[in-house]
């Protein structure tokens, strides 16, 4: 669903100037079950959030920005300052998408209180809908915590990252029997203690199939089925931006390689002595 512009004025798909409108509602994105699919990209800056925010049904801050964004190893040492900062940006920078923020490692395990604290500082301190949370029927009851306490809940199951050191790698969930109905039963449990939505990471498709014909909610995928309700990906991943992509990953631009030459051509320029040129430089009053 994109969003209708009535200024004219300057505006362009570059630099969209909204209309007045109502964002997008949880409940309106719980009602797309089956329906027309879901559209969601992760954000983690104003200016990104602005060029997605028309084509997008919901912005995702993720805890990948650790890896994308601040060249950390993994997610686990994500914080909550750096989710509550780039939260409030994407807010600022968006009108019409659902933003949903990730709870970073740490923030939520302990308890189903110290995720609401987590959660709701999230909230306050970045205006977005809803918080995104890792695991299966271990969270259900701190999923059911929030949910009835104000916060919107979406689950993510299967290919976990921030259990990367359990799991013992980024490889695909759900080819074993036992996998399978484990993470169908991950599944239900997070549906039936409110998730509004779940995220099924990194599983072969039958698996993402039956989550979908499992489950009343709308159901996301990533390296999982187009049969699912709605994808979400990394932005800076299909753009062609960052060095290294999971098998799931469609690259639907080359940025890399159009910043590179971009670079490379203001290189010569400088080193040549041809930028800045007329058309860049002051002139004395005459
Ligand atoms: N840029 C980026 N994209 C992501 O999708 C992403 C992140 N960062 N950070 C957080 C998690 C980590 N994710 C990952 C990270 C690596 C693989 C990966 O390397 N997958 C391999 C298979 C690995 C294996 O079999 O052990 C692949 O080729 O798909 C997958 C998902 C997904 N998330
Ligand atoms: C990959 C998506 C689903 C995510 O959780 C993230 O961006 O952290």
Known sequence: ?????????????????PAPMRRLTVPAIAARKGGEPIVMLTAYTARTAQLLDPHCDMLLVGDSLGQVIYGLPSTLSVTLDMMCAHGAAVVRGSYHSVVVIDMPFGSYEASPQQAFASAARIMAETGAAAVKLEGGAAMAPTIAFLAQRGIPVMAH??????????????????????????????????????????????????????????????????????????????????????????????????????????????????????????????????
């Open 1 to 17: 669903m994109s969003t209708t512009f009535t200024l004219d004025t300057g505006t362009s798909r570059a630099n969209p100037t």
């Open 157 to 286: 199951i299967g290919l976990t990252p921030q259990a990367v050191n359990v799991l013992g790698g980024y490889g695909a969930r759900g080819r074993s029997d036992a996998e399978h109905a484990k993470i169908l039963g991950d599944a239900r449990a997070v549906a039936d203690a409110g998730a509004f939505a779940l995220v099924v990471e990194g599983v072969v498709e039958p698996l993402a199939v039956a989550i979908t014909e499992g489950v009343s909610c709308p159901v996301i995928g990533i390296g999982a089925s187009a049969k699912c309700d709605g994808q979400v990906l990394v932005t800076e991943d299909m753009l062609g931006m960052f060095e290294r992509t999971p098998r799931f990953v469609k690259k639907f631009d080359d940025m890399a390689g159009r910043i590179s030459a971009a670079v490379a051509h203001y290189a010569a320029d400088v080193r040549g002595r041809s930028f800045p040129g007329p058309d860049q430089l002051y002139q004395p009053k005459p």
